[in-house]
């Protein structure tokens, strides 16, 4: 498999055509080394694994690549999927075993990756985790997790509203367009330097600062924003910093084999997006929701969470269907698309082609970590879908 090489950060300095800076890392060509040198271009909190054992993941090879598939432009094979889909990492579990396991140019076992969206699976993995011990609870409205936003937007919003994308927030998130409001995002998360005269001075005060489209809980709409305050409610919620919340509650846990991390500015994280983690470690953690939040015994995240995330319940999947992304079948509960609500296939989606996905009835999970050029790419994504749905198949068979 031909793997792309960039002639990034070559030479003692680094010549300054490949050189990759605070204002470029997210740009291609830039964003591949960016991606996976990311606390070396923005601030980063450490997410410790703790000092429990690794969970063992042993080797059963099968070579996946020439399963094939119908894609977008015709039948496809796998090998084809991830040579044309600037595949950093790829990784097939079955049953806990590793079936296939793949490294592009630069990263390693060891190598963490920003996940961007993925961040988002692991964050309401959290809440989940806070609902089932009683700190939390869908119902609770937001205002009364956080006081100081009463009179704000998200006067009427519940914990379930923003879990579910259902606030009726005004967020744009068009990733193209320079004055968007999830690039000024960026800017006061500390991704890009901020624009002149930007008033906005961190993620909670632009929070604060939005308005509304629409009534709470009656359209599913994606925006990222909504993530970051789940977060922010997550350390109220505890009182615990994300960072150490994320550690104590789920990566300690899970056998992690090493620490990951996130980024941050002035104190504030970015859940939405700022993730890192190792292609291995992001298997381990897909398969905790295979197991349905149970590992080796021990219980993690609530059963009913995992079922609840799986198998929507009615209102959202009809939040989802008047919403501009209906179609396909799918849904979104907890910060997972759900794939296929009656089999309870889900996954963390992210852009520039970052994956968790998971198929309980195969038992299989599939992880893909990724720097496609352009932010999104459905054809990219509806290929690499449509593997993990073959090799699944394949191997349950």
């Not at 410790?48 to 894609?71: K, Q, W």
């Not at 409205?141 to 005004?170: Q, Y």
């Not at 629409?214 to 409610?233: A, C, K, N, Q």
């Not at 309980?360 to 459905?378: E, I, N, R, Y």
């Amino acid at each position: 498999m031909s793997v792309r090489a960039e002639k990034l950060m070559q030479g003692f300095p680094p010549e300054a055509a490949g050189r990759v800076t605070h204002e470029n890392w997210t740009s291609p060509p830039y964003l591949r080394w960016g991606f996976l040198h990311t606390r070396e271009i923005v601030s980063t909190a450490r997410i410790g694994r703790g000092d429990g054992p690794v969970l063992a993941l042993p080797a059963d090879p099968y070579d996946v690549e020439p399963i094939t598939f119908a894609a977008p432009d015709g039948s496809s094979t796998v090998g084809e999927m991830l040579d044309e889909s600037f595949t950093d990492g790829f990784l097939v579990l079955h049953e806990g075993r590793v079936r296939y396991e793949y490294y592009g140019e630069g990263m390693t076992s060891g190598t963490t990756h920003l996940l961007q969206s993925v961040s988002k699976s692991i964050t309401g993995t959290v809440a989940g985790i806070l609902i089932g011990d009683g700190r939390l609870s869908p119902e609770t409205p937001v205002t009364d997790v956080i006081p100081e936003l009463a009179g704000s937007s998200f006067e009427g919003a519940t914990v379930r509203h923003v879990l579910d994308m259902r606030t009726g927030t005004r967020f744009n998130e068009t990733y193209s367009d320079p004055d968007s409001d999830v690039r000024i995002s960026e800017e006061v998360a500390g991704w890009r330097p901020p624009r002149e005269g930007l008033e906005i001075r961190n993620i909670y005060e632009q929070i604060a600062s939005l308005g509304n489209a629409r009534p709470h809980g009656e359209v599913f709409e994606y925006r990222s924003i909504l993530t970051d305050l789940l977060g922010w409610m997550l350390e109220r919620a505890s009182g615990v910093r994300l960072p150490d919340l994320i550690s104590s509650e789920l990566w300690s846990k899970i056998g992690a084999e090493h620490d990951a991390e996130i980024t941050i500015h002035e104190g504030i994280t970015l859940p939405d997006g700022g993730i890192c983690v190792t292609l291995r470690d992001l298997a381990r953690f897909a398969h905790l929701h295979l197991q349905a939040g149970e590992l080796e015994g021990r219980r993690i995240v609530p059963e009913a969470w995992v079922m609840d995330t799986r198998h929507p319940d009615a209102e959202a999947v009809e939040a989802y269907n008047r919403s501009e992304d209906a179609g396909g079948g799918w849904s979104y509960r907890n910060q997972w698309w759900v794939l296929d609500p009656e089999r309870g296939v889900t996954t963390g989606l992210g852009i520039h082609g970052q994956f968790a996905y998971v198929n309980p009835q195969a038992g299989v999970v599939c992880v893909k970590l990724s720097t496609w050029p352009d932010s999104l790419d459905q054809a990219k994504q509806d290929a690499t879908l449509a593997a993990c749905a073959a090799i699944s198949a394949e191997l349950a068979s």
